[in-house]
Structures are given as structure tokens and as C-alpha cells.
């Protein structure tokens, strides 16, 4: 985006005040003015997602509607008409290309099959990278259950090949390195590369930190391509990849604020606060600009030599009096 992608906000903060009334009340009295830089794009707290029904198009028109994974508490609901849903879809391709490049690969699947079937973040996020992997094989049963035979039966059949593995963080390790590791079981995962997100908060609670937890990957199955990312229902399509070097950057399609915690103004570089994210592609609900209960900080991407655009973000977890969201947790 350029240094002017406020007016593509301004655009979309338009076309939501014009089609989703609860909004345009809560900018016309929250925000004075319209927005001449990307600071003064308004903003909605990620949590009203959890209290009201926020659309943008008509009941008709409505594809699909897609819910969080949190364990406790109200669910954050999203309404996704065809349009939305395919520019989510679209978005989400460009990003994985630039990242692992625009093959598609053999894909292991650390969940169960009936979470491909579900409405959840978990959901969204299977079905949406499983458009990169082809011949999909899902290593956990209804259970949770690791079906170890049908794991070995798949790489045997991928053998030489690259192997993309995806999964929850939580689960990730929960269901899938920790039973290796409780089996004294080694698989040869050595040519793959790993996508991994939400759920951090277990693993903080037990202490593993992310290095920590790309040992337990090498020593259990070889793999030395481990990427986390941060992701949000709310904004599905605009996914902050972790690169070569361990930064995450923001998308093409997207930027990151830092917010004050008191006063909300925007924090400079290496300041930490609350984090806004901006997408430019949510037009059926009003999730184009939302601060979130995630505090982190922001750093330019000329910090990283990996050659990305996008702005550094590193996270450091949830704001202690906020709801826990567990986006991803949930099992």
C-alpha cells in the first residue's frame, strides 16, 4: 500500500456507514473528523464483534457466517457475502506465494477432519491454506487421537517430496510433538516447512518460549522451516507471516498501528501498546479497521533483511483485563 492507502479506509469507512447503521452511529459520535492519514482511520475494538451483529449487506446477500474459537465467554460473529469471501480467498493466495511460493504440496493437517467441517477460526484457517496443499491428510482423529499409521503411511507415499505441515500452535504441540516425544517416536519431517498460529497462551502458561518449541520440532521430526503467524477471524485474508529471519510482517493488504494504552494515540516505532489492524478487504461487515486487546510493538521492515515491505510486528501478548479470546485454543 502507499504512503496515501488512507483514502482506500476512507472508502470503506464510507460504504459501511452507509450500510450498517450501529456503525455509522458509533463513528459519527466516536470520531469528529474524516480520517486525512492512516492514524485517523476510525477504529472499532475487536470485541464488538462478540455483542452485536455488524453487517454491510443485505440478510440475502450474506454467504456465510463464520464464528471464533474461544473457549469461554461470547463468540465473535462475521458475515461474509460472496464477494468478501472470494477477495479473502484471493488475498490469502498473494500472501502464501510470497511467501513459500505458488506450488501446491503434499499437506499434513495437525486437526481432525470434522474441524474442516465446522464454522470456527480453526475452520477458516484449514480450509484456507489447505488451497496450497494437495492430497491432505489430517493426523488427529475426532478424538484428538495421533493416528500414527496414517501419518507414516503419507510420508511414505510423499517421500522426497515437500511436505507442508499445518497447524494450531496449542495443537500443534499438544496432540502432535509432545506425543511424539511421549512415544520416543522420530518422523522424518526434514523437508517440509511448518505454518503454525494462534493458541500461544497454553504454551506461555507451560513456559515453552518459540525457540524453545522449534527445538522440540527438530528433535521430534527434523524440521528446520517453522513459520508462525498472526491472524484474526475478524480479519480473515490478512494474515501476518513469520519470515526466515523470525519477524512478522504485515501483509500487502493490510497495515499495523501501535496504540497508546491510556490516550490510544499512535505509538512511533518500538513503542508498545495495543494493536490496530487494518485490511483492505472486508466490505460485507465493518472489519476493516480494528484495535485489538493483543499488545505488541512495531518496527520499520527495513529492520529485517529479508526484503519484505511490510512493517515488523512483534507481540507480546493478551491485555491482562480483557476477555480471554482464545482465538485458537479452543479443543
Not at 483514502?7 to 456503525?23: D, G, I, P, R
Not at 475494538?45 to 462478540?50: C, E
Amino acid at each position: 500500500m502507499k504512503m496515501n492507502d488512507y483514502k482506500v479506509f476512507n472508502k470503506l469507512t464510507e460504504h459501511h456507514k452507509s450500510n450498517c447503521k450501529l456503525y455509522s452511529d458509533y463513528v459519527n459520535t466516536q470520531f469528529d473528523r474524516t480520517a486525512s492519514s492512516i492514524s485517523e482511520v476510525p477504529f472499532l475494538p475487536v470485541r464488538v464483534f462478540k455483542e452485536f451483529d455488524l453487517c454491510s449487506v443485505a440478510k440475502d446477500d450474506v454467504y456465510k457466517t463464520m464464528y471464533s474459537s474461544g473457549t469461554t465467554g461470547k463468540q465473535s460473529k462475521i458475515f461474509l457475502d460472496k464477494e468478501t469471501a472470494k477477495a479473502q480467498s484471493l488475498h490469502l493466495a498473494q500472501s502464501f506465494k510470497e511467501n513459500f511460493g505458488g506450488s501446491r504440496f503434499p499437506m499434513l493437517i495437525i486437526d481432525s477432519e470434522s474441524t474442516a467441517r465446522g464454522k470456527t477460526a480453526r475452520t477458516a484457517a484449514v480450509n484456507g491454506f489447505s488451497l496450497y496443499g494437495k492430497k491432505r491428510c489430517f493426523a488427529l482423529d475426532e478424538k484428538m487421537n495421533l493416528m500414527l499409521d496414517r501419518v507414516q503411511e503419507f510420508l511414505e507415499e510423499h517421500k522426497g517430496s515437500k511436505i507442508f505441515v499445518f497447524g494450531f500452535t496449542f495443537v500443534l504441540y499438544e496432540f502432535f510433538i509432545k506425543r511424539l516425544i511421549e512415544l520416543n517416536i522420530r518422523l522424518d519431517l526434514s523437508n517440509s516447512f511448518i505454518l503454525h498460529g494462534g493458541g500461544w497462551k497454553k504454551l506461555v502458561n507451560l513456559n515453552i518460549s518459540d525457540q524453545a518449541f522449534k527445538k522440540m520440532i527438530v528433535s521430534t521430526i527434523g524440521c528446520t522451516s517453522v513459520h508462525n503467524y498472526y491472524g484474526m477471524i475478524e480479519q480473515t485474508g490478512s494474515v501476518y507471516f513469520e519470515c526466515e529471519h523470525g519477524n512478522l510482517h504485515a501483509p500487502h493488504n493490510g497495515r499495523v498501528l501501535i496504540r497508546n494504552f491510556e490516550t490510544l494515540k499512535v505509538n512511533g516505532y518500538g513503542e508498545k501498546g495495543l494493536i490496530q489492524v487494518l485490511s483492505s478487504i472486508q466490505k460485507s461487515y465493518p472489519g476493516h479497521s480494528l484495535l485489538t486487546e493483543d499488545i505488541g510493538e512495531v518496527f520499520p521492515a527495513s529492520d529485517c533483511s529479508c526484503g519484505r515491505e511490510g512493517d515488523i510486528i512483534k507481540i507480546y501478548g493478551r491485555l491482562e483485563l480483557a476477555e480471554i479470546r482464545g482465538c485458537s485454543d479452543a479443543v
